[in-house]
T-cell receptor
Framework: GNSVTQMEGPVTLSEEAFLTINCTYT??????LFWYVQYPGEGLQLLLK?????DKGSNKGFEATYRKETTSFHLEKGSVQVSDSAVYFC?????????FGTGTSLTVIP | EAQVTQNPRYLITVTGKKLTVTCSQN?????MSWYRQDPGLGLRQIYY???????DKGDVPEGYKVSRKEKRNFPLILESPSPNQTSLYFC??????????????FGEGSRLTVL
């Protein structure tokens, strides 16, 4: 079927720590892949995207690589900041439908 | 400013009392959609629309209706709300382009409580 599975949270890290949030998807067709971020009380906003295999999306120090062979799109950041505290959603777009993971809550402490 | 606007942002209602959540976008996007966000379930698509008078069901359409009479507006209608529709609702839009590469632009959300 169509699904997106991402790492369960919550995740708590110290400032400047390395972040990885795992995301895998079911390989139906040729999806585009996205990471969205949701700050408290706000809607989701695009963090980064990749539209085909081996593409790397990047923004604000975050990166994710579209891995077709492992059907994965893991989010990474080398040094997190307190301002990165938010909920992160992995998403896949196939045709006219979007599928989201359950979200991973990240808290970064000073 | 490019935005998706939802109203109301917060609503408490009672079982069976019809309500409408409005959604409007000013980006001339063809595609609009509604999602509900529930703890542990992420976002699930309720309905989507590819253009005026063209709507289709998402994964969880039961208990909801939509209409798309104008390009900018996509209201979500709960004809007879029930407590299991208590949730956080998001409207989103995107430009329709080939290969599904366009990201979604989200509203700020509407928190609905049905007693």
């Amino acid at each position: 079927g169509n699904s997106v599975t991402q790492m369960e949270g919550p995740v708590t890290l110290s400032e400047e720590a390395f972040l990885t949030i795992n995301c895998t998807y079911t390989a139906t067709g040729y999806p585009s892949l996205f990471w969205y971020v949701q700050y408290p009380g706000e809607g989701l906003q695009l963090l980064l995207k990749a539209t085909k295999a081996d593409d790397k999306g990047s923004n604000k120090g975050f990166e994710a690589t579209y891995r077709k062979e492992t059907t994965s799109f893991h989010l990474e950041k080398g040094s997190v900041q307190v301002s990165d505290s938010a909920v992160y959603f992995c998403s896949k777009n196939t045709g006219n439908q979007f599928y989201f993971g359950t979200g991973t809550s990240l808290t970064v402490i000073p | 400013e490019a935005q998706v606007t939802q109203n109301p942002r917060y609503l408490i209602t009672v079982t069976g009392k019809k309500l409408t959540v409005t959604c409007s976008q000013n980006m001339n996007h063809e595609y609009m959609s509604w999602y509900r966000q529930d703890p542990g379930l992420g976002l699930r698509q309720i309905y989507y629309s590819m253009n005026v008078e063209v709507t289709d069901k998402g994964d969880v359409p039961e208990g909801y209706k939509v209409s798309r009479k104008e390009k900018r507006n996509f209201p979500l209608i709960l004809e007879s709300p029930s407590p299991n529709q208590t949730s956080l609702y998001f409207c989103a839009s995107r430009i329709l382009q080939g290969a599904g590469t366009g990201e979604l632009f989200f509203g700020e959300g509407s928190r609905l409580t049905v007693l």
